[in-house]
């Protein structure tokens, strides 16, 4: 299965954007599907999940902010992001996880400017 992750882009503070993962495959197959993140220079953070039933949990610094959702039919997972902040600037990830393998799409870059 491949991921593909699409959606990021240049925008100011306060700003919203979503972002798309598509897999080449069912999403169903993914125990849970998770978003990601890397700032220049700082490892790579969990920033939300949701699994197949549906259940969702965020880092709390985007909590009530991002809002992860998901498309079966589609075998799309998106994230989307309200009130950006430039804290929030980072390549993010798409992870599916199996429950003993996981797949990473590429990442897509989210640049907010203050």
């Known amino acids: 299965v491949q991921l593909q992750a699409s959606g990021g882009g240049l925008v100011q503070a306060g700003g919203s954007l979503r972002l798309s993962c598509v897999a080449s495959g069912s999403i169903l197959s993914f125990n849970a599907m998770r978003w990601y993140r890397q700032a220049p220079g700082k490892q790579r953070d969990w920033v939300a999940a949701i699994t197949s039933g549906g259940s969702t949990s965020y880092v709390d610094s985007v909590k009530g902010r991002f809002t992860i959702s998901r498309d079966n039919s589609r075998n799309t997972v998106y994230l989307q992001m309200n009130n950006l902040k430039p804290e929030d600037t980072a390549v993010y990830y798409c992870?599916?996880?199996?429950?003993?393998?996981?797949?990473w799409g590429q990442g897509t870059q989210v640049t907010v400017s203050s």
């Open positions: 992870n599916g996880y199996t429950g003993w393998q996981n797949y």
